[in-house]
C-alpha cells in the first residue's frame, strides 16, 4: 500500500473523532473551552449527539480493522494528516504577521478566531463590520455578545435567505417558551438553504496554513474538514430541545401541535443534510438528528406519526441507509475515500481536497470516482475560485 493509501485508510474515523473534539468545541476568550450552550439550568446537552458519534467511530473503526486494513503510515511526512487536528495553532507571532498581511480585515479576524477559537477577534470583527452576515453569525453561536436576540434579528435582515436565521430564532422562542414563534420560524426556514460560511472559512484559512509553512496536503485537509459545522453544537442541542419539549406538549394532550413540531424538525434537518458545499459532518449529524425526531414519533402513540407525509417505517429506513451511506464512504471498506486515494497517490489528494474545499464534497468524490473509473474527469474549477 502506498503512503497515501495508507493514510486515506484513516481518513473515515478520523473525520469522526475530529468532529466529537474539534467541531463541538466551542470558541471563548483566549481558546477552546467544554462549555455548551443550552437552557439555563442545564447542563449542556451536546453529550448525548457526542456519544453517538463516539459509538460510531468506535464501531466503524472496529469493523475496518478486521477486515484487514493495514495499519496507519508512521512517516513524518503524512502522520499528522491522519489525525486532521493536528495542525497546531498559530503563535502569536504568525496571527500578527497573517492579520498584518490581510490589513486585519473582517475575514482575517474571523479566520484567527475560527483557528484559535478566541472569541475576542470575532469582538475585532464585529466593531469593525457589523452589518457583516458572517461576523453576525459568528458572534450568535459563539455568544460573544449578550444580546443574542438582537443579533438574530440583525442576521435574519442581513441574510434573509438564510434559514439559520429563523432555526436561531426558532431556538430562542423555544427557550422562551413561546411555541407558536417556534413554529413560525421553522416554517419561514423550511424555504430557504442553511449556509454557515464553511467555504470562505476553509479557503482562507488555508491561507493561513501556507503561509505557516505547513505541508500544502494537510493545510487542505485540515482547511476543508476544520469549518465545515460551526453551527453543528447549536442545531444538535435545538434537535434535542425541541424533542423534549414535544413530548412535553404531547404529554398535555395537544399531539397535533407535538407533531408539527416534529416535522418541522425532520425537514430542519433534511436542509442541513444538504447544505452547500456538501460535507459528511452535517449530513451525518442530520441523521443522528432525524433518528431523534422519528424515536420520538414511533414511541410517542397517539397517533403522531399520522402527521407524516408517508409511513413512519419507510422514513426510518431511509435515514438509516443514509447514515450507512456516509458512513461507509469513510471507511476502509471497498469504493470508500480511503480505497480511492489509496489508488490515486499525492497529487490526487491535493486536487480532492481543493475540490472539496469549494465545490463541496459529494462533487469532490465524484470527481474521485471518475477518476478512479476512468472516465471524462469533472471539469476544471474556474480560476478565480481557487485558493
Given at each position: 500500500?502506498?503512503?497515501?493509501?495508507?493514510?486515506?485508510?484513516?481518513?473515515?474515523?478520523?473525520?469522526?473523532?475530529?468532529?466529537?473534539?474539534?467541531?463541538?468545541?466551542?470558541?471563548?476568550?483566549?481558546?477552546?473551552?467544554?462549555?455548551?450552550?443550552?437552557?439555563?439550568?442545564?447542563?449542556?446537552?451536546?453529550?448525548?449527539?457526542?456519544?453517538?458519534?463516539?459509538?460510531?467511530?468506535?464501531?466503524?473503526?472496529?469493523?475496518?480493522?478486521?477486515?484487514?486494513?493495514?495499519?496507519?503510515?508512521?512517516?513524518?511526512?503524512?502522520?499528522?494528516?491522519?489525525?486532521?487536528?493536528?495542525?497546531?495553532?498559530?503563535?502569536?507571532?504568525?496571527?500578527?504577521?497573517?492579520?498584518?498581511?490581510?490589513?486585519?480585515?473582517?475575514?482575517?479576524?474571523?479566520?484567527?478566531?475560527?483557528?484559535?477559537?478566541?472569541?475576542?477577534?470575532?469582538?475585532?470583527?464585529?466593531?469593525?463590520?457589523?452589518?457583516?452576515?458572517?461576523?453576525?453569525?459568528?458572534?450568535?453561536?459563539?455568544?460573544?455578545?449578550?444580546?443574542?436576540?438582537?443579533?438574530?434579528?440583525?442576521?435574519?435582515?442581513?441574510?434573509?435567505?438564510?434559514?439559520?436565521?429563523?432555526?436561531?430564532?426558532?431556538?430562542?422562542?423555544?427557550?422562551?417558551?413561546?411555541?407558536?414563534?417556534?413554529?413560525?420560524?421553522?416554517?419561514?426556514?423550511?424555504?430557504?438553504?442553511?449556509?454557515?460560511?464553511?467555504?470562505?472559512?476553509?479557503?482562507?484559512?488555508?491561507?493561513?496554513?501556507?503561509?505557516?509553512?505547513?505541508?500544502?496536503?494537510?493545510?487542505?485537509?485540515?482547511?476543508?474538514?476544520?469549518?465545515?459545522?460551526?453551527?453543528?453544537?447549536?442545531?444538535?442541542?435545538?434537535?434535542?430541545?425541541?424533542?423534549?419539549?414535544?413530548?412535553?406538549?404531547?404529554?398535555?394532550?395537544?399531539?397535533?401541535?407535538?407533531a408539527t413540531l416534529v416535522s418541522q424538525g425532520l425537514?430542519?434537518?433534511?436542509?442541513?443534510?444538504?447544505?452547500?458545499?456538501?460535507?459528511s459532518f452535517p449530513s451525518l449529524l442530520a441523521t443522528?438528528?432525524?433518528?431523534?425526531?422519528?424515536?420520538?414519533?414511533?414511541?410517542?402513540?397517539?397517533?403522531?406519526?399520522?402527521?407524516?407525509?408517508?409511513?413512519?417505517?419507510?422514513?426510518?429506513?431511509?435515514?438509516?441507509?443514509?447514515?450507512?451511506?456516509?458512513?461507509?464512504?469513510?471507511?476502509?471498506?471497498?469504493?470508500?475515500?480511503?480505497?480511492?486515494?489509496?489508488?490515486?497517490?499525492?497529487?490526487?489528494?491535493?486536487?480532492?481536497?481543493?475540490?472539496?474545499?469549494?465545490?463541496?464534497?459529494?462533487?469532490?468524490?465524484?470527481?474521485?470516482?471518475?477518476?478512479?473509473?476512468?472516465?471524462?474527469?469533472?471539469?476544471?474549477?474556474?480560476?478565480?475560485?481557487?485558493?
Amino acid at each position: 500500500m502506498t503512503t497515501t493509501g495508507k493514510t486515506a485508510a484513516g481518513v473515515g474515523m478520523a473525520l469522526l473523532i475530529f468532529l466529537i473534539g474539534y467541531q463541538l468545541g466551542r470558541i471563548h476568550e483566549g481558546g477552546v473551552s467544554s462549555e455548551r450552550r443550552g437552557v439555563a439550568g442545564e447542563s449542556s446537552i451536546s453529550e448525548n449527539t457526542v456519544s453517538i458519534l463516539s459509538a460510531h467511530s468506535e464501531q466503524h473503526s472496529k469493523q475496518g480493522t478486521s477486515q484487514g486494513g493495514d495499519d496507519l503510515d508512521e512517516s513524518p511526512e503524512w502522520n499528522s494528516l491522519q489525525l486532521y487536528g493536528s495542525i497546531g495553532k498559530p503563535d502569536a507571532r504568525q496571527v500578527k504577521a497573517y492579520l498584518e498581511r490581510e490589513k486585519h480585515s473582517t475575514d482575517s479576524l474571523l479566520t484567527i478566531a475560527a483557528v484559535t477559537k478566541d472569541v475576542s477577534y470575532i469582538r475585532q470583527a464585529a466593531e469593525r463590520d457589523p452589518e457583516n452576515p458572517q461576523v453576525q453569525l459568528a458572534v450568535i453561536l459563539n455568544k460573544a455578545y449578550d444580546d443574542t436576540s438582537g443579533w438574530i434579528e440583525r442576521f435574519k435582515g442581513s441574510s434573509p435567505a438564510n434559514a439559520m436565521g429563523n432555526y436561531l430564532a426558532a431556538q430562542l422562542a423555544l427557550e422562551e417558551g413561546d411555541i407558536e414563534r417556534v413554529i413560525l420560524e421553522l416554517e419561514q426556514g423550511s424555504g430557504k438553504t442553511i449556509d454557515v460560511f464553511h467555504r470562505e472559512r476553509a479557503l482562507d484559512a488555508q491561507s493561513l496554513y501556507d503561509m505557516m509553512g505547513e505541508d500544502p496536503v494537510q493545510a487542505m485537509a485540515v482547511s476543508s474538514v476544520g469549518f465545515a459545522m460551526p453551527h453543528g453544537v447549536v442545531m444538535s442541542e435545538f434537535a434535542e430541545q425541541m424533542v423534549s419539549k414535544a413530548q412535553e406538549i404531547a404529554e398535555a394532550g395537544d399531539s397535533a401541535t407535538a407533531a408539527t413540531l416534529v416535522s418541522q424538525g425532520l425537514v430542519m434537518s433534511n436542509q442541513m443534510a444538504s447544505q452547500e458545499p456538501s460535507h459528511s459532518f452535517p449530513s451525518l449529524l442530520a441523521t443522528i438528528m432525524e433518528k431523534q425526531f422519528l424515536d420520538f414519533l414511533k414511541e410517542g402513540g397517539n397517533g403522531l406519526a399520522d402527521h407524516l407525509h408517508r409511513p413512519l417505517d419507510e422514513f426510518v429506513q431511509e435515514v438509516e441507509e443514509d447514515e450507512q451511506a456516509i458512513l461507509h464512504l469513510h471507511s476502509r471498506n471497498d469504493g470508500s475515500i480511503a480505497e480511492m486515494l489509496q489508488a490515486a497517490g499525492r497529487d490526487a489528494a491535493v486536487e480532492y481536497f481543493r475540490r472539496l474545499s469549494i465545490l463541496g464534497e459529494w462533487e469532490a468524490v465524484k470527481w474521485l470516482q471518475s477518476r478512479q473509473n476512468g472516465l471524462t474527469e469533472a471539469a476544471p474549477i474556474e480560476k478565480n475560485s481557487t485558493p
